[in-house]
């Protein structure tokens, strides 16, 4: 079994109120629930990032990525359909799903 890394995009980030919020974590809530052992590490949102450059200059990131989970699954696939659950999606975000491999 491999682990998978999804990456958020977009999405509504966190929201104003309490009650919101209580709802927005019960969604995650459920789906980490529903990944079981499948759940490695069930991540965190991202904050202000930076990108550098080959020539070592400093600028802005522009990717627009929003956190993180990482997941185990047989496959690609079976990776891709567990991240069909996750909660970023219906706040209008998206998920892209990379396998990972073990190299040190």
Request: net charge negative.
């Amino acid at each position: 079994m491999a682990n998978y890394v999804l990456v958020y995009k977009g999405g509504g980030g966190m929201a104003n109120d309490e009650a919101a919020r209580q709802k927005v974590m019960e969604a995650w809530g459920r789906w980490f629930g529903s990944l079981g052992n499948n759940l490695v590490d069930g991540g965190n949102p991202f904050g202000p990032s930076a990108a550098i450059s080959p020539n070592g200059s400093i600028g802005s990131a522009s990717a627009g990525l929003t956190g993180y989970s990482i997941i185990k699954g047989d496959s690609l696939q079976a990776a891709t359909e567990a991240a069909k659950g996750c909660p970023v999606l219906t706040d209008g975000g998206s998920v892209e799903v990379y396998e990972t491999f073990p190299v040190m």
